[in-house]
């Protein structure tokens, strides 16, 4: 695995061109949902024994507009960029850190590496222009409307029409500040959203708080508008995600959403649309301060909760070998009539 390297390019012209994409979203395939209910009531077992695994399977089948669905190309796409905020002391550790975990990536060395082996996924990683970091947003907007459009349109490329379901991760030191600054935009309380991340010390965290609310009040008129509240407090990779998300629901493909960072960066979707995320599934419950609260607004139950806050899509990659489970009981299980078992009487 090789991490593909940013290129600028822009297939929205303006945030007006942008929202009009946000906005125009296609519909879930009922019937195909459907059918995957009626072999559920047929499957040996009690109605509704495997309980969220079915919903899961009827969800993927929505998506896909096919029954039984399938999950046989499954990408891993893990967005990496920098940011300026990290000159306020906001994270334990420097911006180097973002490439040279890049590096790993592609050497094989981290937990995703493992994590999508393991899961049957392809990992892609796309470095977002790591030697310019966003601008520090408690001084000026992140990102010019420009900056903003051509990473987001970096993701919306990377999403590949032949795929079954997409997970959606990130890596970037600072971007936990930039996430929490986005979701208090997006649904109030400063800085309430706001977290240790790479485990910042007290004073730290104290830094990380006021670099937040400073941001908040700064681009307090932005805050109204979801797309720029996203350029001006995000960063490259949590527009990257936006994009990726977006284009997932124009290409009728499923989305594992991992921690409190992929969980802010799609939330603008929410904010515009309010089914614009129903083609998303939350793959876990991150550890990270903030992301219960996060997901509660955005009214998503994660399929687990194991205390994990790596990013990287490390707990969606792991939330993906529960779906599989899901589809095998879907495919494989007998029929009542199949197996001659009796069912329960009418």
């Given at each position: 695995?090789?991490?593909?390297?940013?290129?600028?390019?822009?297939?929205?012209?303006?945030?007006?061109?942008?929202?009009?994409?946000?906005?125009?979203?296609?519909?879930?395939?009922?019937?195909?949902?459907?059918?995957?209910?009626?072999?559920?009531?047929?499957?040996?077992?009690?109605?509704?024994?495997?309980?969220?695994?079915?919903?899961?399977?009827?969800?993927?089948?929505?998506?896909?507009?096919?029954?039984?669905?399938?999950?046989?190309?499954?990408?891993?796409?893990?967005?990496?960029?920098?940011?300026?905020?990290?000159?306020?002391?906001?994270?334990?550790?420097?911006?180097?850190?973002?490439?040279?975990?890049?590096?790993?990536?592609?050497?094989?060395?981290?937990?995703?590496?493992?994590?999508?082996?393991?899961?049957?996924?392809?990992?892609?990683?796309?470095?977002?222009?790591?030697d310019?970091?966003?601008?520090?947003?408690?001084?000026?907007?992140?990102?010019?409307?420009?900056?903003?459009?051509?990473?987001?349109?970096?993701?919306?490329?990377?999403?590949?029409?032949?795929?079954?379901?997409?997970?959606?991760?990130?890596?970037g030191?600072?971007?936990?500040?930039?996430?929490?600054?986005?979701?208090?935009?997006?649904?109030?309380?400063?800085?309430?959203?706001?977290?240790?991340?790479?485990?910042?010390?007290?004073?730290?965290?104290?830094?990380?708080?006021?670099?937040i609310?400073t941001?908040?009040?700064?681009?307090?008129?932005?805050?109204?508008?979801?797309?720029?509240?996203?350029?001006?407090?995000?960063?490259?990779?949590?527009?990257?995600?936006?994009?990726?998300?977006?284009?997932a629901?124009?290409?009728?493909?499923?989305?594992?959403?991992?921690?409190?960072v992929?969980?802010?960066?799609?939330?603008?979707?929410?904010?515009?649309?309010?089914?614009a995320?129903?083609?998303?599934?939350?793959?876990?419950?991150?550890?990270?301060?903030?992301?219960?609260?996060?997901?509660?607004?955005?009214?998503?139950?994660?399929?687990?909760?194991?205390g994990?806050?790596?990013?990287?899509g490390?707990?969606?990659?792991?939330?993906?070998?529960?779906l599989?489970?899901?589809?095998?009981?879907?495919?494989?299980?007998?029929?009542?009539?199949?197996?001659?078992?009796?069912?329960?009487?009418?």
């Amino acid at each position: 695995m090789q991490p593909r390297v940013y290129a600028e390019m822009s297939r929205f012209a303006s945030f007006d061109d942008l929202r009009a994409a946000c906005l125009d979203l296609p519909s879930p395939d009922s019937r195909a949902a459907d059918a995957v209910g009626a072999r559920e009531a047929r499957l040996t077992k009690p109605p509704g024994s495997l309980g969220r695994l079915e919903a899961a399977i009827a969800w993927i089948a929505a998506w896909q507009g096919r029954n039984p669905p399938a999950l046989d190309r499954v990408e891993i796409l893990v967005f990496a960029g920098n940011h300026g905020v990290t000159a306020q002391g906001v994270s334990a550790y420097p911006s180097e850190v973002t490439a040279q975990m890049v590096a790993n990536f592609a050497r094989g060395g981290a937990a995703i590496n493992q994590l999508a082996r393991e899961a049957g996924a392809s990992l892609h990683v796309v470095a977002l222009s790591l030697d310019q970091p966003t601008a520090d947003f408690t001084q000026a907007p992140a990102m010019t409307e420009a900056e903003f459009l051509e990473a987001v349109a970096a993701g919306y490329d990377e999403v590949s029409d032949a795929s079954d379901l997409i997970v959606l991760g990130e890596m970037g030191i600072g971007n936990t500040s930039a996430s929490a600054a986005l979701s208090g935009a997006l649904f109030g309380g400063g800085a309430r959203f706001a977290g240790t991340g790479t485990g910042v010390d007290d004073a730290g965290f104290a830094r990380k708080r006021l670099a937040i609310e400073t941001a908040l009040k700064r681009h307090e008129e932005a805050c109204g508008d979801p797309l720029r509240a996203a350029a001006s407090l995000g960063g490259r990779e949590l527009a990257a995600l936006l994009g990726a998300c977006l284009a997932a629901r124009h290409k009728h493909i499923p989305v594992l959403i991992d921690g409190i960072v992929s969980t802010a960066a799609v939330s603008p979707l929410k904010a515009l649309r309010a089914d614009a995320l129903d083609h998303t599934l939350a793959g876990h419950l991150s550890a990270e301060a903030g992301h219960r609260l996060l997901l509660q607004e955005l009214g998503m139950t994660p399929l687990l909760d194991l205390g994990m806050r790596l990013g990287e899509g490390s707990g969606a990659a792991v939330a993906l070998l529960v779906l599989r489970a899901a589809l095998a009981c879907h495919t494989g299980m007998a029929t009542f009539e199949e197996a001659h078992v009796s069912d329960k009487p009418a």
